[in-house]
């Protein structure tokens, strides 16, 4: 009987040793209803942002090149071949112009003649300028380009010379030396042929493409700058630039800035200036020119901002949602002010935590 009355006593309070349940159920459901979040103090200090740039190189002097006359391209000297380096003045495109320069001689053999036949009447109806013309006769080489005519004194002595043609032929010469010219393509700068689109031996003719010819070790960098960050970016201002996943760094000048917004995108096409052997065409630059410092700010990810300028900070264990200033922001990251100094932020992107929930933070490292 004492057995089975002690049994039903343990059986009915539910616990073994004799302890109350209510009062530990009570401690339990106190510790779970408050909600483990990440958080971060609030660390208040200057931040400098950066005006951030980012481009690929291109050539500052770059030319596509034409031909203007019909020949055949021929090798006098070094090829027309991609990566063939060029000196300044050095022949880069050499046309067959032989035939050209036969017509050229003989034109200046033809104008020689109508000299002969003048330079005699010159000397007996203006003696005074026979000589200048006899002397320039004589000076007529076939083979080199025409000398300028002699000066005429009197009106008189103009048209007489225009009624033999001699100024027609002149000029008709004049235009066939520099028509010659064009058979060969000299460099306008120190540079690499970048493109050859013709092979040596081929027919070119006038207005076809033979190739793309580009100054070397001087580069432009054409980078897009938003209208909010353009009153950061000045001509003359000093860029540190790096390739992307290399430790290297070329200091670049920001040489010219557009006029012209661009309509789509609202940005403005900034070009830094780069000098360095090291560079190549074509390779992608990153870099940052040193925009507004903020006082007194703090830099949260940007994820955690509640209708865009909001956070949850924790006060007396139990999160507020508190309006901020935002200052500025990229796609990741906010600065903000008008936040108290060691106040506890809610990092927690999801914002499980609402207005007037218990929570328990978790402190990591502010940005």
Known sequence: MAGAIFLATQLSSGSPNGSQPGKSTQSSQQVT?????????????????????????????????????????????????????????????????????????????????????????????????????????????????????????????????????????????????????????????????????????????????????????????????????????????????????????FTGTVSRINARVEQETQTVKVYIRLQNPGLKAGMYLEGKIEAETYQDALEVPKEILVDENKIFVVKDSTARLTPVEVLDATIEEAIIAGVEEGAILIQESKNAAFEGSKVNPVLKSSS
């Open 33 to 249: 209803a408050a909600i483990v979040v990440d958080a971060m103090k609030a660390e208040m200090k200057p931040i400098q942002t950066f005006v951030n740039l980012t481009g690929r190189l291109i050539p500052e002097d770059k030319i596509e090149i034409y031909a203007e006359v019909t020949g055949v391209l021929q090798n006098r000297g070094k090829s027309f071949k991609t990566g063939i380096y060029y000196r300044r003045g050095q022949v880069l495109v050499n046309i067959d112009s032989e035939e050209a320069r036969q017509n050229l001689v003989a034109q200046k053999s033809s104008f020689m003649n109508a000299l002969a036949k003048v330079v005699p009447d010159l000397k007996i109806d203006y003696p005074d300028i026979y000589p200048e013309w006899r002397q320039y006769l004589l000076e007529v080489d076939l083979q080199d380009r025409l000398p300028a005519l002699p000066e005429v004194e009197t009106e008189q002595q103009k048209l007489f010379l225009t009624g033999r043609n001699i100024y027609t032929q002149f000029y008709n010469i004049r235009q066939l030396e520099t028509r010659l010219d064009k058979y060969q393509i000299r460099a306008p700068f120190s540079g690499v042929v970048t493109e050859a689109a013709i092979n040596e031996g081929t027919l070119v003719r006038a207005g076809q493409k033979i190739g793309e010819f580009a100054q070397t070790g001087i580069f432009e960098l054409e980078a897009a700058v938003g209208i909010d960050e353009l009153p950061f970016v000045n001509t003359g201002d000093k860029v540190k630039l790096s390739p992307t996943k290399t430790d290297q760094q």
